[in-house]
Each structure stands twice: as C-alpha cells, then as structure tokens.
C-alpha cells in the first residue's frame, strides 16, 4: 500500500511541476481587447475638496457628452483605455 501512495504523490507532483511550464506559442502576438471603455465622465471636486472618482462605462463618445451634460461633469478619455483611437465624432483632439 505505501508503495502505491509514494508512486500516486510522485505522479501527482510530476503532473503539477509539468503544468507550470511555460508553453511556447507559435502564432503571432495579437492586441488583447481590454474591454475598457475609452471614455469617462469627470465630475470635479466634491465636499471638502476631495476628488470625486471618474465614471468610466462609455464606448461612444456622444453618449460621454449626454451623461456628463446630465452630471454637470466633463468627458474625458480613459487613460487605462488600450486600443485603438476611439470613434470620436464631433470632437476634436489636441495634443
């Protein structure tokens, strides 16, 4: 019986030390879709001059500018957001 234990362990730990190894992957790097949304809503400083957090949840622009028309805030690009230029219709980028 102890035999059969010691070689159940062994194949046990073989098995887990083999599933940590890196794997080399032959296809080209792709671009990972985050799935940030690339526009927030900055509303400005609450009571006592504490910053209020972003609301980040818009992939359209003009969507951005309605919610923060409605929340008296200003839209603004999402700098965790990692893809390409977002649609941007109607606004003008300056850098």
Avoid: H
């Avoid at 073989?14 to 927030?40: H, M, N």
């Avoid at 999402?78 to 649609?87: A, L």
């Amino acid at each position: 019986m102890g035999m059969i234990r010691r070689l159940l362990f062994l194949t046990v730990a073989a098995a887990t030390f083999i599933s940590t190894i890196p794997v080399a992957d032959a296809r080209p790097a792709q671009r990972a879709w985050s799935g940030e949304p690339p526009y927030c809503v900055l509303i400005g400083i609450g009571p006592r001059g504490a910053t209020l957090p972003q609301i980040c949840r818009f992939f359209k622009y003009q969507e951005c500018l309605q919610a923060a028309a409605q929340l008296r805030g200003n839209c603004v690009a999402n700098i965790d957001y990692r893809g390409p230029t977002p649609d941007t219709e109607g606004a003008s980028w300056a850098r």
